[in-house]
């Protein structure tokens, strides 16, 4: 079903390429837009994972230099069925973290330090859990080349207010160029929001599973949720096509780039990790305050693992 999901992703995305470049510049744009589309696909599916990587200045760790988060995910990992994972670390205060990778036996899942900061280590695990659940359901290849076509898409539909002059009558006007740069973004966005979404829910679900504790999961995505409100994530903010790679929605909402969320509803998601634990026979424990009541004082570091 991934192969299917992934084949449509690529089709939508290289029709959306070539839709741009026929309106740019007719035929022979369509035709370099579909040359600009087979190079970005085949780029996309082979080094998008580590150009995010490197985009979020992401450094590797071992069991050497973080024992202590190498083990947790490396038992995850076990009990996910899943060869170990490469592990990364983004300097970065926002509590966040993100798979990647165009397989499970070359996949990565990617931290931010604020998250370490933040949350327990039982959060921490339920938020690994979470990721590995993406790498398993191999999402992360769609995930990543979303990010990278949508990034190419802005990209392209930039460069055509640039080279749009008044000089060829057949190329589009300024107010052309102008909806285009606006629209393309935004069908492009559009298809991020489709994918996203449904997946989220089962990695939840799965992520809940292989950690064994899905109100730790709904802990971590509360508190997760606040500090974004809270405290941006800069590298986010410029590269706005990734965001919906992360757990939670890394944008601050300082510009339109919120106008449609690639993520379900934080406390949606809450409400189904609290049937799960129902239904797995734990206690039933209120959950209120988790989005709405998390404020500046509820995100205090808690340390790695307190």
């Known amino acids: ?15 959306l390429f070539m839709a741009i470049g026929l309106v ?6 369509m035709i370099i837009a579909l040359a600009i589309a087979i190079a970005t696909n085949i780029f996309a599916y082979w080094r998008s994972g580590d150009m995010v990587l490197s985009m979020y200045g992401a450094r590797e760790v071992d069991a050497r230099s973080e024992p202590e988060l190498y083990q ?4 995850l990992a076990r009990n996910a069925g899943l060869p170990m994972p490469r592990l990364y670390i983004i300097d970065d205060p926002q509590p966040n973290a993100f798979a990647t ?7 990565a899942v990617a931290v931010n330090s604020g998250l370490l900061q933040m949350l327990s280590r039982e959060e921490a695990a339920g938020v690994i859990a979470h990721e590995l659940a993406h790498i398993k359901h191999r999402d992360t290849l769609l995930m990543t080349v979303t990010a990278t076509l949508a990034g190419a898409i802005s990209m392209l539909a930039n460069f055509g207010m640039f080279f749009s002059s008044g000089r060829d009558r057949e190329g589009p006007g300024p107010i052309a160029s102008i ?23 089962e990695a939840d679900r799965l992520g809940a599973e292989i950690s064994g504790n899905p109100r730790a999961l709904a802990s971590a995505l509360a508190r997760i949720h606040g500090a974004a409100q809270h405290i941006p994530n800069e590298a986010a903010e410029a590269n706005p096509a990734t965001a919906h790679m992360f757990i939670i929605n890394p944008l601050s909402g300082r510009s339109m780039d919120n106008l449609f969320s690639t993520h379900p509803d934080t406390g949606n998601r809450i409400a189904a990790l609290e049937a799960i634990a129902q239904r797995m026979g734990a206690a039933p424990k209120r959950q209120a305050g988790f989005v709405e009541g998390v404020g500046l004082d509820d995100l205090k570091p808690r340390g790695p693992w307190g």
């Open 179 to 201: 909806a285009i740069a606006i629209l393309a973004p935004v069908a492009a966005m559009i298809v991020q929001m489709a994918i996203s979404r449904s997946r989220e829910y």
């Open 72 to 75: 947790l995910t490396a038992g």
């Open 24 to 29: 740019l510049g007719g035929k022979t744009g």
């Open 1 to 15: 079903m991934h192969y299917a999901r992934t084949a449509i992703l690529l089709a939508g995305m290289t029709a």
């Open 101 to 107: 990778g165009r397989d499970p036996a070359n996949a």
